[in-house]
């Protein structure tokens, strides 16, 4: 079963699961993955300070992460 990404959980934890998860949130436009409030944040709390849609990238990692998984 594929790993599910959630609102609630903190940046650096979700990148820590699957590496490859940068690229998406870099182009949904969160360019600091790396920056050190990732250790802190929730994945709502960056997409709110970066006027971004939660829900959308949530559904995006997690479409991936799905695909992942079908292709083992």
């Known amino acids: 079963m ?12 979700i990148i820590s699961i699957d590496e490859a998860i940068v690229p998406i949130l870099m182009a949904s436009g969160m360019h ?6 990732a250790r802190g944040e929730t994945l709502e709390e ?3 300070v970066h006027g ?10 997690n479409e991936y992460l ?3 998984e079908e292709a083992k």
């Not at 594929?2 to 934890?13: G, L, R, S, V, Y």
């Not at 971004?52 to 990692?61: C, K, L, R, S, T």
């Open 2 to 13: 594929a790993a599910q990404i959630t609102k609630d959980m903190i940046i650096n934890d």
């Open 52 to 61: 971004m849609d939660a829900d959308q990238v949530i559904n995006e990692i």
């Open 66 to 68: 799905a695909q992942k």
């Open 46 to 48: 960056a997409c709110f």
């Open 32 to 37: 600091c993955v790396g920056c050190p409030s």
